[in-house]
C-alpha cells in the first residue's frame, strides 16, 4: 500500500490566483496522477505525472492552466492558476503501486471566490 | 467507445438487507476493473478489483463483485447492509494496461435507513 499525504487540506482563494496543491508519498513511485473532483460529481483525471518525464495531459487540461512538477518519486505539485469559480474542486493526487491498484490522497478541497 | 456506467444514482437500502449496486462498462478489451468507496470528508479506499484471475472477487467489509464478460457488468454486491455503509461508491475501469488511466463512473449514493 502507500500512504499519501496533501498539502493543503482545503483553501479559500481569491479570483485571479494560483494555488499549488503538494503531494508526498510514503516510498518511490513512478506513477503518480491528479484527479479533479467538482461538486457533487466523479472523479476526472487531469494529468499523468511520471518523474523525469512532462506531465501528459487529459482532453480540456492544458498546462498553462495546470502545471505539474514531479522533482523526485515521492513528491508532485499540482497548480491552479489564474483561478476562478468554476476551478472549485476537490483535487486529489493517486499513486501506482502494486500493479494495477491506485491509492489516492485525501484531497485538497478548493472555494475559488 | 470505451466507457463506463453505473446504472443507479442513488441507492437506499434497509440495515441489515442486500445491497446491490449496478455497473456496466464499453471496452474492446478485457479490461481492468474496481470499486472504490469514498465516505463523506474521507479519501478514496478500494473495496476489490479484478485483473483477470477469478470472475468472483471478494473485498473488504463484506463486499463482492461479478465479471461478467457476456454482459460487461462488474456489480457490486453485500448481502447484509451495516449503517456505516453508507457513502458514495465509483465503478472504476483501467482501459489499458499501458498507461493506467482510470475511468470512473458517475458514483452510486448509498443510504442505509435504520
Known amino acids: 500500500s502507500a500512504v499519501i499525504s496533501q498539502k493543503p487540506s482545503r483553501d479559500i482563494c481569491q479570483r485571479g490566483t494560483s494555488l499549488t496543491i503538494q503531494c508526498q508519498v510514503d516510498?518511490?513511485?513512478?506513477?503518480m496522477f491528479w484527479y479533479r473532483q467538482q461538486p457533487g460529481q466523479s472523479l476526472t483525471l487531469i494529468a499523468t505525472a511520471n518523474q523525469g518525464s512532462e506531465a501528459t495531459y487529459e482532453s480540456g487540461f492544458v498546462i498553462d492552466k495546470f502545471p505539474i512538477s514531479r522533482p523526485n518519486l515521492t513528491f508532485s505539485t499540482l497548480t491552479v492558476s489564474n483561478m476562478s469559480p468554476e476551478d472549485s474542486s476537490i483535487y486529489l493526487c493517486?499513486?501506482?503501486?502494486?500493479?494495477?491498484?491506485?491509492?489516492f490522497g485525501p484531497g485538497t478541497r478548493l472555494t475559488v471566490l | 467507445a470505451q466507457s463506463v456506467t453505473q446504472l443507479d444514482s442513488h441507492v437506499s437500502v434497509s440495515e441489515g438487507t442486500p445491497v446491490l449496486l449496478r455497473c456496466n462498462y464499453s471496452?474492446?478489451?478485457?479490461?481492468?476493473l474496481f470499486w472504490y468507496v469514498q465516505h463523506p470528508n474521507k479519501g478514496l479506499q478500494l473495496l476489490l478489483k479484478?485483473?483477470?484471475?477469478?470472475?468472483l472477487v471478494k473485498g473488504i467489509n463484506g463486499f463482492e463483485a461479478e465479471f461478467k464478460k457476456s454482459e460487461t457488468s462488474f456489480h457490486l454486491t453485500k448481502p447484509s447492509a451495516h449503517m456505516s455503509d453508507a457513502a458514495e461508491y465509483f465503478c472504476?475501469?483501467?482501459?489499458?494496461?499501458?498507461?493506467?488511466?482510470?475511468?470512473f463512473g458517475a458514483g452510486t449514493t448509498v443510504t442505509v435507513r435504520a
Open positions: 479484478y485483473t483477470s484471475a477469478a470472475t
Open positions: 516510498s518511490q513511485v513512478t506513477m
Open positions: 472504476v475501469v483501467s482501459f489499458s494496461s499501458n498507461d493506467y488511466k482510470l475511468s
Open positions: 493517486s499513486v501506482l503501486k502494486g500493479g494495477v491498484e491506485q491509492f
Open positions: 471496452s474492446s478489451y478485457s479490461p481492468s
